[in-house]
């Protein structure tokens, strides 16, 4: 019940928080004077106890008293009459402190709940109000967050974007057009999220440059093996066994047996282990396979040396690190109709 009473609460809270100002907000007298004065008291309470205060311990508001009344209370119930006095006083002091650290957040925050639950349902201050929550809250920290990353720095100018949205509303002469706008959001934020990438990649090279060294010498080394064919994108192959059938073009689908390992010799998948043939579209698979697969006539084994920017390059794939060259024995049994 807690869970969700705090979960509903959660964004009228926030929204109540935006709408303070500075000044002190007194604590409305307790009235009971008949049933709905209680019941709707009883529920205040109710509501503050199953989720109000635990959201503002989450969120900073209130310092927690929690553990300290908890404390004491243990102590309390297994002491004397003369220490259950001064463990009595001493909590009494310690809640005071945090109170006196509490009250003046407190005190806003009571302020913008006052205010906030003075609104009209319906009323439009209430529809902006909560639109602005959700854009200083949620959207503006996400689209920041998606510009600039982990650069504390750097922030989406709030004045701009509450320019761009008022200039809309009031249907005014634009500085940037919407179509124009909708291009260059998503322009910046593409351009973000590449440079992201990069600069997590160029951090992975580094952590792995011996791995890469040792893969770039072993394909060198390879290339000098008779037999070996070495193609101009990196892709280096062998025939084991050749073939007379007609070979694959990019939309076909091929039926293949293959065995894949690490240049050290690691298996990390192997069709021919498991006994049974896999079956895929040519362009369904790492760019060495592809570009293998459509030289291969029907009937051919081949030994690829793939080096990692034609396999899974920086991605993490459990056996098979980032940067990783593989080989494979690749038989290619039919093109599938």
């Known amino acids: 019940m807690k869970k969700t009473i705090l979960g509903t609460f ?16 007194s604590t409305p007298k307790t009235s009971l004077k008949n049933s709905v004065d209680s019941v709707s008291y009883a529920y205040g309470v109710s509501m503050t106890e199953q989720g109000l205060v635990q959201f503002l311990e989450q969120s900073g508001v209130l310092q927690s008293t929690s553990n300290i009344e908890y404390d004491y209370q ?16 001493e909590m009494k002091a310690k809640l005071d402190s945090i109170n006196k650290i509490n009250a003046p957040r407190l005190s806003q925050f009571i302020k913008g709940l006052t205010e906030g639950m003075s609104l009209e349902e319906k009323s439009a201050y209430a529809n902006g109000l ?7 809250q949620q959207m503006l920290p996400q689209f920041t967050s998606m510009l600039f990353g982990s650069d504390s720095t750097k922030t989406v100018n709030k004045d701009q974007v509450l320019a761009g949205i008022v200039s809309t509303l009031k249907n005014q002469e634009l ?15 593409e351009k973000a999220q590449a440079e992201q990438q990069l600069r ?3 951090d992975l090279r580094a952590q792995y440059a011996d791995s890469i060294a040792a893969g770039d010498a072993y394909m060198a080394e390879n290339a000098k093996r008779e037999g070996v ?17 007609p070979m694959p ?18 298996v990390f998948d192997s069709s021919v282990d498991r006994g049974e043939p896999a079956t ?3 362009n369904q698979v790492i760019p060495g396979w592809t570009e293998a697969l459509k030289l291969m006539p029907v009937g051919s084994k081949w030994r690829l040396y793939i080096p990692y920017d034609l396999a899974y390059g920086s991605a993490d794939r459990g056996a098979i690190k980032p940067f990783s060259n593989l080989i494979f024995d690749v038989e290619l049994i039919s093109i599938e109709k």
């Not at 243990?74 to 006083?89: F, G, H, N, V, Y």
């Not at 500085?175 to 934020?189: D, H, L, R």
């Not at 101009?232 to 007379?244: D, F």
């Open 10 to 25: 959660s964004a009228v809270i926030v929204m109540a928080v935006m709408m303070v100002s500075c000044g002190g907000a």
């Open 74 to 89: 243990m102590r309390i119930a297994s002491a004397d009459s003369t220490q259950k006095e001064a463990l009595e006083k």
């Open 130 to 136: 909560s639109i602005g929550v959700q854009f200083s």
């Open 175 to 189: 500085a940037i057009s919407k179509m124009e706008a909708n291009g260059m959001v998503q322009n910046a934020v």
């Open 200 to 202: 997590q990649e160029e």
């Open 229 to 245: 064919v070495t193609l101009p994108s990196g892709l280096q192959y062998e025939i084991l066994r050749a073939g007379n059938g």
């Open 249 to 266: 073009a990019e939309t076909d689908r091929v039926k293949v047996h293959y065995h894949g390992t690490l240049i050290n010799g690691t």
């Open 280 to 282: 895929f579209g040519v």
